[in-house]
């Protein structure tokens, strides 16, 4: 049914629709909006859950961490600091081989402190081991959540996955949406079975001491997980498709790629702003493109090299930084070109949308622009000269 | 896939920990015992059992900490010398 | 054997006041029951993979957080409606108890989850070699809190966790000792018969990190109680309903069975001091058995 709802409000739907048995979270903008809308779908039998109100995002993860364990589909949602805060109980969850289902609503890291979007947060989680899918729109960011569980939980699969949202522009947008029905999703969704839980009927411990004899087999379990994960989405999205009527990849998306002399690399709500551009541009003759990711991990490399191999010119946009280095997103793009007879003539990474700040269309022209034959990294995008004077007082 | 680590009960009686006595021994004399279970209960290692005035240890366990013989009110468990092997 | 709630075969020391309490409080609990456990000795004593001493459901998670996944778990359990005759307890050492683990402890006392919290207070952090904690007692010689040409040891007083957990006004909390195993069981099985957020607290030697022989746990533990420094005590409902009382030993005699306080032998200027912290409990708790009544528990 179509609806013209808030993105938080939306995604709260999303998650109810799942049937969680447990949910608990901790207040952080621009998270709140989707926690607060859960407690009062609690509140008014909307919802037959437990909603416990924890007093730090660590025992919010802690708490779902305890109750996936008892083989209980559980939910939370964090940002920003919040998600920081949990940082080690979310390695222990992927490490546990818990499939809870994270909405991470993408926000700035202090200092300086900021609550505006950009994606330094879930990004600084990527080696967790956990699966990171990140919606373009508020429809995605809904239709992420039920394919979410329906990894996660999946016996061959067994992980834990984090759905990000960019913070305001999609927590706190207003678009259309079609929301499906309780049907349709119990048609996608089985509830959800497993053998390792707690159970007095059946007595087992759960995250013992593994010595160096035995650590290292189960990161590399995970990692070859995360390779079956590349091969399982794709299918799981088409079996999506067949019951919602939307068509997604899982993995990317191509954007008038094919021919195109220039391609925009990006994650995010950015890619809705990038495809007007695009759109823009074909109508007057340039031949631009989109490679969308929407599967951040697993890194889809084989997906990435197909669609970008016989570009001329490809340009990474990141919204997160890593000080002192090459940006996230960029570095793994190149690294999917390493040796590899084709490959773009340029690949340039621009830095964009730190703590908020605005990515118009103009900026998107402004990128296709600096994308020429000289290759530039960690290009800052959009920023204010007169504040970059300012220096350190003797 | 090498699933969670998980372990089921009793694994850890595959490890004999009595092999860890240096020095000494309990010997459960059995001639004065009251029954009152003070050993049973407080060995660490839970490795003391018994019924009505007769109790005894599992040596495959035992690390010979002692607190058995300490606690027994009638002086009825002795710390004997740990034969080395 | 017949017990196999909790296994022998786990690699606590010798004498170890911890493992022996350990297995206590599970039996008195029962095969009904899901254990949480923090990170510290007794995690790692009984669970190296592939071997677990435990015969009942266990989770570990990490250091801080056991509090906060058995809230989790009793959710998990309500919603599956399975929480009814099933005992949750979730479990850590001092450190992990009323330091690192403070904040989420105060929230699952505060949200009032039927879960029992048992702390095994053996005053520092042992797993990691005998460092100083928020419940280490005043004088204490740790490593962090080392004895030297400048100190005594440690310089503060033990943290009321019982009154800190008391204060939160849930349904009883109870100090316990290793050096009365039966009384121990007896307050597990009374918390268990409660609804609600319940916590106690088992002072527990520790041969390796208090320096004694491993034969003695169970004697140092009760002197800890016969001198004042460990009472005995139980709150039900926020108020102070029974303690342990105790002919007054002099805390002279707890002290030099312990060589973490040896440093003390010829200082009775800090003695002293210590005595004083025994006789503030003596008075504060009324544990000293009147010349009147004369009765004399064992």
């Given amino acids: 049914m179509k609806e013209f709802i808030e993105g938080s409000l939306a995604v709260a739907e999303a998650v109810r629709l799942c049937s969680p048995g447990v949910i608990s979270a901790y207040p952080i903008t621009p998270q709140t909006h989707i926690v607060e809308e859960l407690a009062s779908m609690v509140a008014d039998n909307k919802l037959n859950a437990q909603f416990v109100n924890v007093e730090s995002e660590h025992s919010a993860a802690s708490v779902v961490l305890g109750s996936e364990a008892t083989g209980t589909r559980s939910y939370t949602a964090t940002s920003s600091q919040g998600l920081f805060y949990m940082m080690e109980v979310v390695f222990n969850i992927a490490g546990m081989r818990l499939p809870i289902v994270m909405t991470c609503a993408n926000r700035a890291i202090s200092a300086p402190i900021n609550i505006w979007n950009d994606q330094q947060d879930s990004i600084s989680l990527r080696d967790s081991g956990w699966v990171q899918l990140f919606a373009e729109d508020i429809q995605e960011a809904v239709d992420l959540h039920f394919i979410a569980y329906k990894l996660a939980e999946d016996k061959s699969i067994m992980l834990p996955v984090m759905v990000c949202m960019d913070g305001f522009i999609l927590t706190h947008g207003i678009e259309t949406v079609d929301m499906p029905s309780q049907e349709q999703v119990d048609k996608y969704l089985p509830k959800y079975n497993t053998i390792y839980k707690l159970d007095v009927t059946n007595p087992m411990s759960m995250g013992l001491l593994a010595g160096p004899d035995y650590y290292m087999e189960t990161r590399y379990a995970i990692e070859e997980t995360h390779k079956d994960i590349l091969k399982l989405l794709p299918k799981l999205t088409a079996d999506f498709a067949k019951i919602f009527g939307r068509t997604y990849n899982g993995l990317v998306e191509e954007y008038q790629v094919k021919d195109a002399e220039k391609v925009i690399v990006a994650l995010g709500s950015v890619c809705g702003t990038v495809k007007e551009v695009i759109d823009e541009l074909r109508s007057k003759g340039k031949k631009v493109g989109l490679l969308k990711i929407t599967s951040y991990r697993p890194f889809p490399a084989e997906a990435i090299y197909e669609a970008l191999k016989n570009v001329p010119k490809v340009a990474v946009l990141d919204r997160a930084v890593s000080l002192g280095s090459f940006a996230p997103v960029s570095s793994e793009v190149k690294a999917v070109f390493t040796n590899k007879k084709k490959k773009p003539q340029v690949i340039s990474n621009f830095v964009v949308g730190l703590g908020g700040r605005d990515i118009t269309k103009e900026s998107i022209k402004e990128i296709f622009k600096l994308l020429s034959t000289k290759e530039l990294t960690n290009e800052f995008i959009d920023l204010k000269p007169e504040l970059l004077k300012e220096s350190y007082e003797q | ?85 | 054997m017949s017990n196999n709630l909790f296994n022998a075969g786990h690699t606590a020391c010798a004498g170890c006041g911890q493992s022996m309490a350990a297995r206590l409080v599970i039996e008195a609990s029962g095969q009904n029951t899901m254990v949480v456990n923090n990170t510290g000795c007794l995690e790692v004593f009984s669970t190296a993979y592939p071997q677990t001493a435990w015969g009942v459901p266990w989770i570990h998670s990490l250091f801080e957080n056991a509090a906060a996944v058995a809230s989790g778990v009793e959710a998990g359990l309500i919603y599956l409606g399975k929480k009814e005759g099933t005992n949750i307890i979730a479990q850590g050492g001092d450190g992990s108890t009323a330091d690192i683990g403070l904040q989420a402890l105060s929230g699952m006392l505060e949200r009032g989850h039927d879960i029992l919290y048992v702390c095994y207070d053996n005053e520092a952090y042992m797993n990691t070699g005998v460092q100083r904690s928020g419940l280490t007692p005043f004088d204490t010689n740790t490593t962090t809190s080392p004895v030297g040409a400048r100190s005594t040891g440690n310089v503060r007083p033990k943290k009321p966790m019982p009154e800190i957990a008391n204060a939160h006004g849930i349904a009883y909390v109870a100090t316990a000792s290793a050096g009365f195993p039966q009384d121990l069981q007896r307050k597990v099985k009374k918390a268990m018969s409660l609804k609600g957020p319940k916590y106690i607290q088992v002072h527990v030697p520790c041969p390796l990190g208090w320096r004694h022989e491993s034969a003695q746990t169970v004697n140092v533990a009760k002197l800890a109680v016969e001198t004042g420094l460990y009472p005995l005590i139980e709150y039900e409902n926020g108020k102070l309903i029974a303690v342990r009382q105790i002919h007054p030993k002099p805390v002279e005699e707890y002290l030099k069975a312990q060589g973490r306080f040896k440093h003390l032998a010829n200082n009775p200027e800090e003695i002293k001091k210590i005595q004083e912290v025994a006789d503030h409990n003596i008075e504060k708790y009324g544990l000293k058995i009147k010349a009147e009544t004369e009765e004399i528990k064992k």
């Fill in chain 2, 1 to 85: 896939m090498f699933g969670p680590l998980t372990s089921k009960p009793g694994t850890s009686k595959n490890n004999k920990t009595g092999s860890w006595r240096v020095s000494a021994k309990p010997k459960f004399l059995q001639k004065n015992c009251i029954g009152c279970r003070m050993c049973a209960i407080v060995c660490p290692e839970g490795c003391v059992s018994g019924a009505g005035k007769k109790y005894d240890v599992d040596l495959l366990f035992c690390k010979g900490c002692g607190n058995c013989a300490l606690v027994c009110p009638k002086k009825d468990i002795e710390m004997t010398k740990e034969e080395q092997s």
